[in-house]
């Protein structure tokens, strides 16, 4: 709840001046007494709702809120809040009849329209939330959290154009939000739009020049190819992804990288048996797939919200919150094998890490990666009008930055740096590692084993 929702105008009132001005003792001293000689001044009681409700005591809000109403059943302001304050405590039902309850007095209210179609969102009824967003933005045009949504349920459901259409008019109406920006860049950049999807990451970048993830992005769009992932973009992104991590990678982008490296391990004919390390072990997918191995597993990740969901699968002896190169260049002990199923595509320059692995693993110790390869032209006089040059990185580098911020590799770079590691090639197997878009990305699933 706001301090506009208690309905009172701040001219002259010296216990809204005090809320405003956040002396909140004073204006809980000031709504008291007002009600010790009137309990029926609904709007002291509303200042009260909103002063327990800004401390996080929702039940004494509520009750607070409900004195309200006693005193004033028209008020439109308590009912709003009396459903906030409803929707915060998980009574949806309830909260919905208090935003009807508004919308019953005034149809026109936006508050309630909103919250009432956010609430159709969560429940799954998009088609109910997309008309009430649009019929918000009939009332308002100006509304931005009704065009911002609007806009995200229809770039969810495949209308990117006409998504972009609405979060250029937020960039242009609200310049200083940045969520509009992030969003656009992101339909751009998968419509192949990469310089456009550049000009709006610049814009992130300036308003905060510390966002790892936009500067990240930016170099992506731009084909500026980077030696590697700063850390800070890798442990922002997976730790926002961490909950739908799972399905999204077995269902939408139909990830085979831990079934195709697990299938490759198979094919050796070797059984290690000791201590395996899984870099970048996300929640667990590759072990899942390695059930069967008499192995004692020690997983590290730089996201801790997917070391806290491996942790819930039980499937590590040990987990680790690290950076993968900080963490082999600290660990003395040594392993039987190590696995990297979907880190590569974040690590760039492959020659450090390979060899702080090979310093891990014990003697004829496997190494087991996949990569994203690199299939595109290496130069622009391989394609009509020279359209790669943005994407090519300089003088025979063997990696790049894709669009989509991974790194992709050409197997002869990754067959050198192997080798100067001081590991011989035990399999290699080109196959699909997951689906980008409308196009299946094709990758190569190695098990090398230390010399």
Aim: glycine share 8%.
């Amino acid at each position: 709840m706001t301090n506009d929702e208690t309905g009172a105008a701040a001219s002259g009132d010296p216990l809204v001046a005090a809320l405003d001005a956040g002396r909140f003792d004073e204006a809980r001293a000031l709504a008291s007494a007002r009600i010790a000689a009137n309990e029926n001044d609904a709007q002291s009681w509303k200042i009260l709702a909103v002063l327990d409700a800004q401390a996080g005591r929702y039940d004494d809000a509520l009750e607070n809120n409900e004195a309200a109403l006693r005193a004033d059943p028209s008020d439109a302001g308590a009912w709003l809040n009396h459903g906030n304050l409803l929707r915060l405590l998980g009574r949806l039902d309830e909260c919905r009849e208090c935003y009807s309850r508004v919308l019953e007095n005034d149809p026109n209210h936006t508050g309630a329209a909103f919250t009432l179609a956010a609430l159709e969102e969560e429940a799954g009824n998009h088609a109910a939330a997309e008309s009430e967003y649009a019929r918000i933005l009939d009332l308002d045009s100006d509304h931005g959290p009704a065009r911002f949504n609007l806009a995200r349920r229809l770039a969810e459901s495949g209308r990117s154009d006409e998504a972009l259409d609405h979060y250029q008019y937020l960039t242009q109406s609200k310049p200083l939000w940045p969520d509009p920006w992030r969003n656009r860049a992101n339909l751009l950049r998968r419509q192949g739009r990469n310089a456009e999807a550049a000009d709006c990451f610049e814009v992130l970048c300036r308003m905060d020049p510390s966002d790892a993830v936009s500067q990240h992005l930016l170099q992506a769009s731009r084909g500026v190819t980077p030696e590697g992932s700063k850390p800070e973009y890798v442990e922002r992104v997976f730790d926002e992804y961490a909950e739908n991590f799972d399905s999204s990678m077995e269902t939408l982008l139909e990830y085979n990288g831990a079934k195709g490296l697990a299938d490759e391990l198979r094919a050796v004919e070797m059984s290690p048996t000791g201590t395996a390390l899984d870099l970048g072990c996300g929640t667990g997918l590759l072990v899942v797939e390695l059930a069967e191995f008499d192995l004692d597993w020690v997983g590290v990740d730089l996201s801790k919200e997917m070391v806290r969901l491996a942790q819930e699968k039980r499937l590590y002896q040990r987990l680790e919150v690290a950076d993968v190169h900080a963490f082999l260049e600290e660990q003395e002990q040594s392993f039987v094998l190590c696995t990297a199923a979907d880190v590569l595509v974040y690590i760039g320059e492959l020659g450090p890490l390979f060899a702080a692995v090979r310093e891990r693993l014990q003697a004829g110790g496997l190494f087991a990666f996949c990569t994203e390869r690199w299939e595109g032209p290496a130069s622009d006089d391989e394609v009509p009008g020279g359209r790669v040059s943005e994407l090519t990185p300089p003088d025979g580098q063997g990696f790049r930055l894709e669009p989509s911020g991974r790194f992709s590799y050409r197997d002869e770079y990754v067959k050198r740096v192997l080798d100067d590691a001081q590991f011989d090639t035990l399999r290699w197997t080109r196959g699909p590692l997951r689906r980008e878009g409308g196009t299946v990305l094709q990758g190569s699933f190695v098990v090398a084993r230390r010399r």
